[in-house]
């Protein structure tokens, strides 16, 4: 079948045809096209090509109701139709066919877009998993002294002591013990109550990559260097991530 949108080798049979399909004729012009389809059967297949071709890109648009003011619009923006002469006519076909042309290429873009599924809602990204870590800490006697818990996500650190450390006129301080050797303190803490501390960003890394946390008992008022304890280690245990 003979391509409507070729305009290379398109004749004038052709030209009429394509502004029969459009409906772009005068009424004279429409009916004589029309009396002319019914007896050519050559023409007639020009214009049965122009249907399929323009009928097939418009199959998948969804009709709308355009707005009440949209043809009032249209209307009074229309002038009447201008006599021209023979070389008019030939120009005005040629950009007629012209635009089918341009026409068909704009109804595919549209039919493109329509059959694309609607874009995807940006995905709000999850949060990260809660990494936890706990440890058992228990004294050289094996009595356990107190269960630790960390969240790395947040940096809380929530502590419940048994009553192992009650009743010691000493203070507990908590130590991270480090994977490369050493210990960092974390600061005093409640050995006979629960109890809940913010690490901040100071310590949650190394909080995060310590592998055991320990207990020493300091004196009242006394507060050890960062990297090392004053008073004995009473109690320690291994971190270990749920």
Do not use: C
């Not at 280690?233 to 270990?240: C, D, E, H, N, Y």
Request: glycine share 10%; hydrophobic share 45%; no cysteine.
């Amino acid at each position: 079948m003979t391509d409507p949108t070729d305009i290379g080798g398109m004749d004038e049979d052709l030209a009429l045809a394509g502004e029969l399909a459009l409906r772009v004729l005068s009424p004279e012009d429409e009916a004589a096209a029309r009396a002319r389809e019914a007896a050519d059967p050559a023409f007639a297949a020009h214009v049965e090509a122009w249907n399929e071709r323009l009928g097939g890109l418009a199959d998948g648009i969804v009709p709308v109701e355009p707005s009440p003011w949209v043809w009032p619009r249209v209307e009074a923006g229309l002038t009447p139709p201008v006599a021209a002469n023979d070389n008019s006519i030939v120009f005005w076909r040629r950009w007629a066919i012209g635009s089918t042309g341009l026409l068909a290429a704009s109804l595919a873009a549209v039919v493109m877009l329509l059959a694309q599924p609607e874009p995807a809602p940006v995905a709000t990204p999850e949060p990260a998993p809660a990494v936890i870590r706990v440890a058992t800490l228990t004294l050289e006697s094996g009595a356990a002294a107190m269960t630790l818990a960390y969240d790395a996500n947040t940096g809380e650190l929530y502590l419940a002591p048994t009553t192992e450390m009650a009743g010691d006129t000493r203070v507990p301080h908590l130590w991270l013990v480090m994977p490369e050797g050493g210990v960092q303190l974390v600061g005093a803490i409640d050995g006979s109550t629960t109890s809940r501390h913010h690490l901040g960003q100071a310590l949650s890394g190394p909080a995060g990559s310590a592998n055991a946390v320990a207990v020493s008992m300091e004196a009242p008022g006394h507060t050890p260097a960062p990297n090392k304890p004053d008073g004995p280690v009473v109690a320690q245990g291994a971190l270990q991530r749920l």
